[in-house]
């Protein structure tokens, strides 16, 4: 079955990096459209970054300039490269996956099928 496991997640300053990592099993991970999301407590999800089975990619406005999405078809693995970090970017990080690559980098949360369990990213001040 399809598994999502998130790694990567740390207590940070501001303006420091973080690499958050989604190993992917049990699909053909290059064919989806998969994305990363993040839920701050009190806060609905939102979608952070996506990418789509031919490379191209989507960005919230609030990441753009500070962090890329990107994915090793070879290893399976999605990855999410986080610099100049804000406390705004406090939150609960998920990786997202569908085999729906149609509409990919406009989808809602509720239109992923498959997520991880979440890595917690906290930035203090």
């Known amino acids: 079955q399809v598994q999502l496991v998130e790694s990567g997640g740390d207590s940070v300053q501001a303006g420091g990096s973080l690499r958050l990592s989604c190993a992917a099993s049990?699909?053909?991970?290059?064919?989806?459209?998969m994305g990363w999301f993040r839920q701050a407590p009190g806060k609905e999800r939102e979608g952070v970054a996506r990418?789509?089975?031919?490379?191209?990619?989507n960005y919230a406005d609030s990441v753009k300039g500070r962090f890329t999405i990107s994915k090793d078809s070879a290893k399976n693995t999605l990855y999410l490269e986080m610099s100049s970090l804000k406390p705004e970017d406090t939150a609960m990080y998920y990786c997202?996956?569908?085999?729906?690559?149609?509409?990919?980098?406009?989808?809602?949360?509720?239109?992923?099928?498959?997520w991880g369990q979440g890595t917690q990213v906290t930035v203090s001040s």
């Open positions: 990418v789509d089975s031919l490379g191209a990619k």
């Open positions: 997202a996956a569908d085999p729906g690559d149609w509409g990919c980098l406009v989808k809602r949360p509720t239109q992923f099928k498959y």
């Open positions: 049990g699909y053909t991970f290059s064919r989806y459209c």
